[in-house]
């Protein structure tokens, strides 16, 4: 039985990628910012899977201490950790940068990019000290250097944890430790419509998009969870959304009728 450590699980894509490892026969270590949130995800999944296989520990990834302790925590628990995967992160509604306040800066990035350098040191270590282990990074919005008006402080995080996620390839080649990344492409989340809050206009636009390319958590995180399990090679990026998949959507979209909102 594996032991999958992830990151921001208690709701969205994370709380998904817990579900789907359970499914798979995983063991699971649930972690969000608060211990109310953390209980209430472990009892939702509890009514579906063994307690044994599910625990469940609060942590802040902006705090270098509560990241350490949740590996400690789980390690113990468990006694060993296969897979790490750096999934917490922030959004925020469309504007433009310079309408970001201080406090909102620090926020995204200190969660994004320095909870995800955290995460990556803190399981690097463990894993190396192991003997074992897989660590993976959560992409998103801008990992490939694409530009959305509106979202550059998130999309700047984003494409900087791609950069962070080749670079540890590199330095953990030769080694035990696989380093990877998960792309699950556009999800109906809250993080995803949150970003159109008070814009009704803009949000009847984009719904038309999202019901073409988006998909439901329950979709995309099985077959990331999948991926993971099956995974011996390092440098690995797991992508839901191809370029492909993209093209054949629009083009059948006049014939294909989704409504993901409904």
Same mark, same amino acid.
């Given at each position: 039985m594996q032991v999958v450590v992830i990151t921001g699980s208690t709701r969205?894509?994370?709380?998904?990628?817990?579900? %789907?490892?359970?499914?798979?026969?995983? !063991?699971? *270590?649930? +972690?969000?910012? $608060?211990?109310?949130? *953390? %209980?209430?995800?472990?009892? %939702?999944? !509890? +009514?579906?899977y063994e307690s044994e296989r599910m625990w469940g520990y609060p942590c802040d990834v902006t705090e270098y201490e509560q990241v350490q302790a949740l590996w400690n925590a789980a390690q113990q628990h468990y006694g060993r950790i296969d897979i790490w995967i750096n999934n917490a992160g922030l959004g925020h509604p469309q504007c433009s940068f310079c309408e970001h306040p201080q406090e909102q800066m620090h926020a995204i990035v200190g969660?994004?990019?320095?909870?995800? #350098?955290?995460?990556? +040191?803190?399981? #690097?270590?463990?894993? &190396?000290?192991?003997? @074992?282990?897989?660590? /993976?990074? #959560?992409?998103g919005l801008g990992s490939d250097g694409a530009r959305v008006q509106g979202l550059s402080l998130y999309a700047t995080t984003k494409y900087a944890?791609? /950069?962070? $996620?080749? +670079?540890?390839?590199?330095?953990?080649?030769? $080694? =035990? *430790?696989?380093?990877? !990344?998960?792309? =699950?492409? #556009?999800?109906?989340?809250? @993080? &995803?419509?949150?970003? /159109?809050?008070?814009? =009704?206009?803009?949000?009847e636009r984009a719904r038309r998009i999202f019901n073409i390319l988006a998909d439901k958590v329950e979709t995309v995180t099985p077959w990331l969870a999948r991926k993971v399990l099956a995974n011996m090679r390092t440098g690995v990026r797991f992508k839901w959304l191809t370029r492909g998949k993209v093209m054949v959507r629009f083009l059948m979209a006049p014939f294909r009728k989704r409504d993901l909102f409904a």
């Amino acid at each position: 039985m594996q032991v999958v450590v992830i990151t921001g699980s208690t709701r969205g894509i994370g709380n998904g990628l817990a579900d %789907a490892f359970l499914d798979l026969g995983c !063991a699971v *270590v649930i +972690s969000g910012r $608060t211990e109310e949130g *953390v %209980a209430r995800a472990v009892e %939702a999944l !509890a +009514s579906r899977y063994e307690s044994e296989r599910m625990w469940g520990y609060p942590c802040d990834v902006t705090e270098y201490e509560q990241v350490q302790a949740l590996w400690n925590a789980a390690q113990q628990h468990y006694g060993r950790i296969d897979i790490w995967i750096n999934n917490a992160g922030l959004g925020h509604p469309q504007c433009s940068f310079c309408e970001h306040p201080q406090e909102q800066m620090h926020a995204i990035v200190g969660t994004n990019l320095l909870g995800t #350098m955290y995460g990556a +040191s803190v399981a #690097m270590q463990g894993m &190396l000290a192991q003997g @074992f282990g897989g660590l /993976y990074n #959560m992409e998103g919005l801008g990992s490939d250097g694409a530009r959305v008006q509106g979202l550059s402080l998130y999309a700047t995080t984003k494409y900087a944890i791609r /950069y962070l $996620t080749e +670079s540890l390839v590199q330095e953990t080649r030769g $080694t =035990p *430790v696989l380093v990877g !990344a998960l792309s =699950p492409g #556009m999800v109906t989340t809250e @993080f &995803l419509t949150g970003q /159109y809050e008070d814009r =009704p206009e803009d949000w009847e636009r984009a719904r038309r998009i999202f019901n073409i390319l988006a998909d439901k958590v329950e979709t995309v995180t099985p077959w990331l969870a999948r991926k993971v399990l099956a995974n011996m090679r390092t440098g690995v990026r797991f992508k839901w959304l191809t370029r492909g998949k993209v093209m054949v959507r629009f083009l059948m979209a006049p014939f294909r009728k989704r409504d993901l909102f409904a």
